[in-house]
């Protein structure tokens, strides 16, 4: 089993940046896909990003495409979503996810296992 903790999310304007990170207690986080999915403001769900457990694959959604990057660092348990030229409609409360039981990262919900609180995202225009 695995907890996890999101941080960094906060206000900031368009066109700025933000860097949220995702740290994971438990043993085996390198053996884990991780995602981050985020939740706007009278919306559903929808995915963000996603790595493999290797890091060797990422994925995006394209409304972040060429805008945001996740990276994952297994010596510190913890995976980042950089985030760059954000537009208002980037806000959400931004959900950190992992999983063990794909081959691979995957943009699914439903096949990610543990989640995180979430941390709010605001982006003023």
């Known amino acids: 089993q695995v907890q996890l903790v999101e941080s960094g999310g906060g206000l900031v304007q368009a066109g700025g940046s933000l860097r949220l990170s995702c740290a994971a207690s438990g043993r085996s986080f390198s053996s884990y896909n991780m995602g981050w999915f985020r939740r706007p403001p009278g919306k559903e769900r929808e995915f963000v990003a996603a790595?493999?457990?290797?890091?060797?694959?990422?994925m995006f959604a394209d409304s972040v495409k060429g805008r945001f990057t996740i990276s994952r660092d297994n010596a510190k348990n913890t995976v980042y979503l950089q985030m760059n030229s954000l537009k208002p409609e980037d806000t959400a409360v931004y959900y950190c996810?992992?999983?063990?039981?794909?081959?691979?990262?995957?943009?699914?919900?439903?096949?990610?296992?543990?989640w995180g609180q979430g941390t709010q995202v605001t982006v003023s225009s």
């Open positions: 996810a992992a999983d063990r039981t794909m081959i691979t990262a995957s943009p699914l919900a439903d096949d990610y296992n543990y």
């Open positions: 790595v493999s457990w290797s890091g060797g694959r990422t």
